[in-house]
């Protein structure tokens, strides 16, 4: 970790990272997510929602930031430069493995129960997961940017792509092999990892279902996610006019929208968050840079940043704001809070319920004012920390 301030960064990079961590955090706590508008909430399966560009707009950005990150080892592969990405790697992974289960820590610590935490956690950690998945997609991503030239890397991004839609198409069964029961990558991550080391967020007839949307398999599309955003930083970095580099990436943007698209619904290999299709790469790939794109043209060439003040904060240290976004949750549903019928609930629910509810209701407009309420709390932590220097990175 360090307290020293990155030089020589984009301001409307900063920004886009920021946007980015402020609608996860919105999406990521509503209030009742039963209720929440349909576009804050991810598709169920096949098909697109504004939150399913959440994740891939911030591996994007990690992207972009490794280009630049890098020009200290004027990238090369190096013993130095290759012990930097594989340090930072495995640390952004074990914070991934095992940040979830602090406060259980704690509590068992207290307790007296240290044994029983232990077994219950290592019988169902996930392996897999969110930070997981950023680092995996530095680390090789990295290396292979370090190691092949740039058409080489294209060739390689284009191959995980093709790779990942022929393994997908002859290894699902049934008759929809890109279904949630059926798939290839869900039969991967049981064979290697098991049912209790995934996520068991999918349901199947109204009980929780063993898929892993961060799985082994998926990785593969989603590190040309981060191949797609490290080119940008690459082209950026070497075209200084910024008119002149919009006039360039505007196109591209929308040649990977079109092409993702047409891949779905021509060549039927369905856009889709939880599986990182092919499909979905290219689409949502476009989409992170168009709107890098417009946030460059407005900071770069309009000369509007002041504008964006609020998610520069956020985009400065977007680790930080992602950690304690979710650790704070983690506390809050740790809490329980006994009420006067006799009846608990856990602090979440039980601050929802005396913050937002009151306002607007328990709908979709009370459980947006609580999100909104809960960006803005964790803004509050980025700000301070911004006003002090902090810069909190690995």
């Not at 967020?201 to 398999?217: H, I, R």
Request: hydrophobic share 50%.
């Amino acid at each position: 970790m360090t307290t020293t301030a990155p030089s020589q960064r984009i301001l409307a990079l900063d920004i886009f990272r920021g946007m980015t961590i402020a609608f996860m955090i919105i999406v990521n706590t509503p209030g009742n997510g039963e209720v929440s508008w349909g576009p804050l909430q991810h598709a169920r399966w096949h098909g697109f929602t504004p939150t399913d560009l959440v994740f891939p707009s911030f591996l994007f950005a990690i992207g972009v930031s490794a280009w630049f990150s890098l020009r200290k080892f004027d990238h090369q592969l190096t013993g130095d430069s290759m012990n930097k990405i594989w340090r930072r790697t495995a640390i952004l992974y074990l914070i991934g493995l095992f940040m979830w289960h602090v406060p259980a820590f704690v509590v068992a610590l207290f307790s007296m129960k240290l044994g029983t935490f232990f077994k219950d956690v290592f019988e169902n950690l996930r392996i897999l997961g969110v930070l997981q998945r950023l680092a995996l997609c530095y680390g090789i991503g990295t290396t292979l940017a370090l190691w092949l030239p740039r058409r080489a890397l294209i060739g390689v991004g284009a191959f995980l792509l093709l790779f990942y839609w022929a393994v997908m198409h002859l290894f699902g069964q049934g008759a929809d092999p890109y279904s949630l029961q059926t798939n290839a990558a869900l039969r991967l991550d049981l064979w290697l990892m098991g049912p209790n080391h995934l996520y068991h967020g999918e349901s199947v007839d109204g009980k929780p279902y063993a898929f892993d949307p961060e799985g082994a398999l998926s990785t593969l599309p989603a590190l040309v996610t981060f191949i797609l955003g490290y080119l940008t930083g690459q082209f950026l970095d070497q075209t200084k006019d910024r008119r002149l580099a919009l006039s360039e990436l505007f196109p591209v943007a929308f040649l990977l929208i079109g092409t993702g698209f047409l891949w779905s619904y021509w060549l039927g290999f369905p856009i889709n968050k939880k599986l990182w299709t092919s499909s979905y790469t290219l689409y949502v790939g476009g989409l992170s840079l168009l709107i890098l794109c417009l946030v460059l043209w407005l900071v770069d060439v309009k000369g509007k940043p002041q504008f964006f003040s609020f998610f520069n904060i956020f985009g400065r240290s977007p680790l930080l704001a992602y950690i304690t976004s979710e650790m704070m949750v983690v506390v809050l549903f740790t809490i329980t809070i006994p009420g006067a019928d006799g009846a608990s609930q856990n602090g979440f629910s039980w601050l929802y319920q005396h913050t937002a509810v009151p306002i607007a209701g328990d709908n979709a407009v009370g459980s947006f004012v609580f999100a909104i309420g809960y960006v803005l709390a964790n803004w509050v932590i980025a700000w301070a920390c911004y006003k002090r220097g902090i810069i909190f990175k690995i």
